[in-house]
């Protein structure tokens, strides 16, 4: 009625109304309005994580009583949370601390570590007791020098679902959105420019060493082609059109499986590439001992065999080296039920050491 003013209005806030959509049910990752407020709609929330599938806008955490587990996370300890991302590790690790120590959280996303710490916030562990902050966990002795040494450690090396279900942020093939695959697209260059600029050769590497991509050298020559014809790669579908292009010789009854599984690969590599993730692991791997204290424990979860090959080694090689008292000899991986809930965990492997 005319005269009658809502709640936001009244307090100096003008009524926002939700996105309008076509049909019974929202589609666009723009349009979820109750998936990006979980909070607020649990019972749906609940309902999408109950058919298996992980709600747009936020993700589910792997391994958690694993990690729990392995940690013995107590009060009055100090702790890191290399990879804070949604922040579902670090919720479950602040609950084991019952208000007493601290835990901090690090992100490369400018984007996500804001609605992450004001998450958290509003569970009820404010600043003292958790702090956030914008660093990439390559440069975690820099944070240890301010905040440590810590009594446990968890990384988590897999790309958050609000990254991948972000169709602006580009890192599936599924949704139409500008090819980026930055974790921080503040810095460094998009996966499309890094396109322009790729030696054939180059990029037939990098599809094999970042994801063991079988078709490799067709979809290197393919895309180095439509280059060359001014054709540049710049969305998410124009690359998966690209891949299904060079596949054209695949069996027809195989194709299908085959682009799919060949658009995942070749999206993995790109943004291995555009992160420098395995040199940016490499150097967290080498400084994780100087950041912990003696006894301390470290927990990682690798998401694929190139990220797990390095942590194994650096695992080994520190045991050998005396740094480390005891290291995981084989990998920790989550139960059945875990992956019939989250088909999103299937490819995780966690491994762990201790610090002399």
């Not at 959509?21 to 607020?40: L, Q």
């Not at 060359?228 to 710049?234: P, S, W």
């Amino acid at each position: 009625m005319k005269g009658i003013l809502s709640m936001e209005e009244r307090n100096g806030q003008p009524h926002k109304r939700r996105v309008r959509y076509k049909g019974t049910h929202p589609r666009k990752y723009s349009e979820k309005y109750k998936e990006h407020n979980p909070e607020k709609y649990k019972d749906t929330i609940e309902k999408v994580i109950r058919k298996g599938s992980t709600p747009a806008g936020m993700h589910i955490s792997i391994c958690v009583k694993e990690i729990l587990d392995f940690l013995q996370i107590k009060p009055g300890m100090k702790g890191l949370d290399a990879t804070l991302g949604y922040g579902g590790h670090s919720r479950k690790m602040l609950e084991q601390l019952k208000g007493q120590g601290h835990l901090y959280g690090l992100d490369v996303d400018p984007i996500e570590i804001v609605k992450t710490t004001e998450r958290l916030k509003e569970a009820g562990f404010d600043e003292s007791v958790f702090t956030s902050i914008h660093q990439n966990f390559a440069h975690v002795d820099e944070v240890a020098k301010k905040y440590g040494p810590f009594n446990f450690l968890l990384a988590d090396l897999g790309v958050s679902s609000m990254q991948i279900d972000n169709p602006e942020r580009g890192f599936s093939f599924k949704n139409e959105g500008p090819l980026d695959l930055r974790l921080n697209p503040q810095t460094g260059i998009s996966a499309a420019e890094r396109l322009k600029e790729v030696r054939a050769d180059e990029l037939e590497w990098m599809l094999i060493d970042n994801a063991d991509e079988p078709y490799a050298g067709e979809i290197a020559r393919t895309i180095i082609s439509k280059r060359r014809k001014g054709q540049a790669v710049e969305t998410t579908t124009q690359l998966a059109q690209i891949i299904e292009e060079a596949l054209s010789n695949v069996p027809e009854k195989e194709r299908g499986e085959a682009v799919k599984k060949s658009c995942a690969r070749v999206f993995q590599a790109l943004r291995i590439d555009v992160n420098s993730e395995f040199e940016v692991l490499d150097a967290f791997l080498q400084k994780l001992p100087e950041v912990m204290a003696p006894g301390g424990r470290i927990a990682i979860l690798t998401f694929h065999s190139g990220e797990d090959r390095l942590v194994k080694k650096a695992f080994k090689e520190m045991q050998r080296a005396g740094i480390y008292s005891e290291v995981a000899t084989e990998v920790i991986r989550p139960s059945a039920e875990e992956c019939a809930r989250n088909p999103r965990a299937r490819s995780t492997k966690m491994r762990w050491a201790i610090k002399a």
